[in-house]
């Protein structure tokens, strides 16, 4: 999204604690002005002790001027698409801080002179071809999907307000305060009309170069973090903390409004195996912008599927001022 942008990669060498010490250390040295972050837990569940620190870094990033990007996750209302479980519905963490952007998933789909075919939420359900019939039938059963909701631990910040719809913020009454809301914004996450992607891999037959597709809010994230490197090489300046800014700019042609497009989605063909098709073809259909038993939907306006929505070719400019 940003080919001449100059990139630091910095790792933890496990995936806890060792993470919030990496984090740090790209924040407390100002190595980037824009930090993308693919990682978090399934839910806001965790110990006081845990969250205060890592918000200590996010709130020294703000100060700094530094945009921080988490991906808002893959598990959708963290509900699994039962209805029943909907009292537990959450976002992830630390997507659900208010001091960092939020950013959930599409599924895109493009036409054959490059213009957008059909764009909507990433949630997606699956079904198995077996004896001529989709099993579970179409729009099957859920999957995965963009991470959002309202939180319960963190109130709704102000640049949210008047923008984020009443009825998501409490809940429909059920909270007695207005609620930071999830995602912020949106990119292409969906794995099925997802990125290609090519590595050097490891295969029975020997080691060699092949490609395959890869999505997830993982890949919405850092995609982002490229509109906003643009975004910022528009204004000539680091951006910095950017919620205000993305919400300012609510409903302005800044961004495709992602609303929900009923049914569609992609037949998949995968080897059986995995590696060749020597062993046969399984046929999936993966329905897009699932919605049966998840408490967040694709909507007109701000959703906790897709936030603000995906930017456009306005969205520099506007950002940017």
Do not use: C
């Not at 700019?249 to 995995?274: E, F, L, M, P, Q």
Request: no cysteine; proline share 6%; hydrophobic share 40%.
């Amino acid at each position: 999204m940003a080919p001449a942008a100059n990139l630091v990669y910095v790792g933890a060498p496990n995936n806890y604690q060792d993470l919030d010490a990496a984090l740090n250390h790209v924040v407390d040295r100002h190595l980037a002005d824009i930090v993308t972050n693919s990682y978090g837990f399934g839910g806001e569940a965790l110990p006081t002790g845990y969250i205060k620190p890592y918000n200590d870094t996010f709130i020294q990033a703000a100060a700094e001027g530094i945009t921080v990007l988490f991906s808002s996750g893959d598990g959708g209302d963290e509900t699994g698409g039962i209805a029943a479980n909907a009292a537990s519905a959450t976002p992830d963490w630390p997507a659900s801080r208010p001091w960092v952007t939020a950013v959930g998933g599409t599924s895109l789909g493009i036409a054959q002179n490059n213009s957008i075919a059909i764009e909507t939420g990433w949630e997606s359900g699956t079904s198995t071809l077996k004896s001529g019939m989709w099993t579970p039938p179409a729009p099957g059963a859920y999957l995965y999907g963009s991470g959002g909701g309202t939180s319960r631990l963190f109130v709704q910040p102000t640049w949210q307000a008047g923008v984020v719809p009443t009825t998501i913020a409490t809940v429909d009454g059920a909270r007695s305060t207005a609620m930071r809301s999830v995602p912020d914004v949106a990119a292409l996450a969906d794995p099925n009309t997802g990125m290609l992607i090519g590595e050097t891999q490891v295969f029975p037959d020997g080691t060699y170069y092949d490609q395959y597709r890869i999505g997830g809010t993982s890949l919405a994230s850092p995609l982002f973090a490229g509109m906003m490197a643009l975004a910022e090489q528009h204004v000539g300046h680091a951006l910095g903390f950017a919620n205000p800014k993305l919400y300012a700019a609510a409903g302005s042609a800044a961004y495709n409004d992602i609303v929900h497009v009923a049914d569609a989605g992609v037949v998949r063909v995968n080897y059986k195996n995995g590696i060749d098709a020597t062993k046969g073809y399984t046929y999936i259909f993966r329905s897009f912008d699932f919605t049966t038993g998840l408490t967040i939907h694709s909507a007109t306006g701000y959703d906790q599927v897709t936030g603000l929505g995906t930017p456009t070719s306005a969205f520099y400019a506007m950002i940017g001022n």
